[in-house]
């Protein structure tokens, strides 16, 4: 990876207009009640105009089926999240929209509600070239300090539950997150440019990347302004 100064236009390999909101559904094969918001956020990906990104938990695992995605990195960004809002309730399905507004993730009229209200203002533009994506985020004036993620995610898959609540069924996932990757940190206003071996950051059974702005809070995360996804 590098990290240039400065920002440059370069046409986005995916997107042409920054997208509406960022959804963060948090998820589990385990819990009884996810099945229906997973259906809805691939739904709600056929828009066009959001991206969606399912982060499987691993605090079902108890329950008698070991979430074959499940990760406790997932739940800690979760958990994160109930931090800054000051609560500490944890649950799925969880949906978050653009970092920002928290609905229950069966809960359709909620997401859209939250989805129409949400307005992503940074830039970020794709590239690539052979082996290299590059990634622009120009410098924009009043934006707060802020954290560029590249998640990782498996397009799709489909898992048979062998035990638990869900025991005996066949569950399709989309946009399965598979790891969680801070590239740089930017200062108020400040953008930047990175060029990354695809190969070494999408490594099978990785499908694709969304590169994502994030405002950073204590530490904590705060709102995505901005979003952008490679698929190979």
Known sequence: MSLLPGAIGVASAELSSPPKAVLELFTSQGCPFSPGAD???????????????NYH?????????????GSAANAELQRDYASLWDTRKLYTPQL??????DVLGS??????????ASSMTRQIDLTRNGDTLRI??????????SIIWLVTYIEQDTVTIQA???AGKTLSYDHIVTNRTQLAALGAGM?????????????????????????????????????????R
């Open 39 to 53: 259906r809805l956020v691939s739904e709600l990906a056929e828009r066009g105009d959001v991206i969606t990104l």
């Open 57 to 69: 938990v691993d605090y079902w695992d108890y329950a008698g089926w070991k979430d074959t995605f």
């Open 96 to 101: 978050i929209v653009a970092g920002t507004t």
């Open 107 to 116: 809960d359709e009229p909620g997401a859209v509600e939250a989805i129409e």
């Open 136 to 145: 622009v985020v120009p410098e924009q004036g009043g934006a707060r300090p």
């Open 164 to 166: 638990g609540d869900n």
């Open 191 to 231: 953008g930047a440019r990175l060029a990354l071996n695809i190969e070494r950051v999408l490594p099978e059974p990785g499908t694709g990347v969304a590169v994502l702005v994030q405002e950073d809070v204590g530490g904590m995360p705060g709102p995505i302004t901005g979003g952008n996804t490679y698929e």
